[in-house]
Nanobody, 124 residues
Framework: QVQLEESGGRLVQAGGSLRLACVVS????????MGWFRQAPGNEREFVTG????????SYADSVKGRFTISGDDAKNTVYLQMNSLKPEDTAVYYC?????????????????WGQGTQVTVSS
């Protein structure tokens, strides 16, 4: 059984930093593509970033480029999302997602497994 569990979300002031973690079980991180999505109230879920199985390829939404960094730790089967220079518009529930395969799709429909989400709130 595949499980993804996010942690690290909390209230933070604008300009601050936060690191989210997603622990993956039942699925070899190195054999999958991992992604982070987010959903703000009233909005659709949107792609934030993804990392390939090898860790050599990453993709970012334009809105977070230069501020967010995705990384993975194969030994811990964990993927991280480092978020710097946070803005109020980054406020959302952040979801970790996984798909078998080697391509980083920005579409949520391409991902097979999802975590429950963790709330990130950025105050102005």
């Amino acid at each position: 059984q595949v499980q993804l569990e996010e942690s690290g979300g909390r209230l933070v002031q604008a300009g601050g930093s936060l690191r989210l973690a997603c622990v993956v079980s039942g699925l070899t991180f190195s054999g999958s593509v991992m992604g982070w999505f987010r959903q703000a109230p009233g909005n659709e879920r949107e792609f934030v970033t993804g990392i390939s199985r090898s860790g050599t390829s990453t993709s970012y939404a334009d809105s977070v480029k230069g501020r967010f960094t995705i990384s993975g730790d194969d030994a811990k089967n964990t993927v991280y999302l480092q978020m710097n220079s946070l803005k109020p518009e980054d406020t959302a529930v952040y979801y970790c997602a996984a798909r078998r395969g080697g391509y980083i799709y920005p579409s949520e429909y391409k991902y097979d497994y999802w975590g429950q989400g963790t709330q990130v709130t950025v105050s102005s």
